[in-house]
């Protein structure tokens, strides 16, 4: 394998997400704070160094994202229906009280078996890491590249490049205002993460998990 740095973005924050709205397949534009985000991860990632490919979901919000961030970067973009976020069914365009009124059973499900529930008989774990699946190859052929998704999608993602357990993966979150950067040598690898708004933005906080928050807390708005 040639990779050696990945990095995981996901879009900046959208007007749903500021609603707590969940997007799944439909979209909804960046917000003003959402622009910053994506324009200042770019200008992160190039004082570390750039990226030589940057791979993008086709979601209108990951696409608007990947604008921003390659104004800083200029690297060769490539648009993929396999980053698109997790299908959510009947849920999408819905806040978690729509869906608490609507289907409390589901909702109840999904807390308790978080991988392998199908929020709104849409997709889930399984299913989006075997969508993602035949992308992964390409990546791995540079040395330096970034994915811009979204938040369950990094699930997937991470999943992947670090082998991580079922239980291990339902614990990852992934705001807007950080990415993650993987590490690959002869060895191993390992993940830290940047976070905006630090005091130092550019140096990285150790490890992958930033809660120890139980499984069955509300979902993110994706």
Known sequence: MK???????????????????????????????????????????????????????????????AALVNAHLQAPLEYSDMLVERDCGQWAGKTLSDVESEDADGLQALRDDPYNHRP????????????????????????????????VVTKALLQHFLQLSPEEVIRITHPNDLFFRVSFNDTGHCCDRFVLGEVNPEQPQAGLFLSDLPPQQPIQSE
């Open 3 to 65: 990779l050696k740095l990945l990095y995981v973005l996901r879009h900046g924050q959208t007007e749903w997400n500021a609603q707590r709205r969940m997007q799944g397949r439909l979209n909804s534009p960046l917000t003003e704070q959402g622009k910053v985000q994506a324009d200042a991860h770019g200008a992160v990632l190039k004082r570390l160094g750039g990226v030589d490919h940057l791979w993008v979901s086709t979601a209108g919000r990951a696409q608007q994202t």
């Open 120 to 151: 709104g008989g849409g997709e889930n774990l399984v299913d989006l890491g075997a969508r993602i699946a035949p992308l992964m190859p390409k990546i791995k052929q540079v040395e330096r590249a970034a994915v811009i998704s979204h938040g």
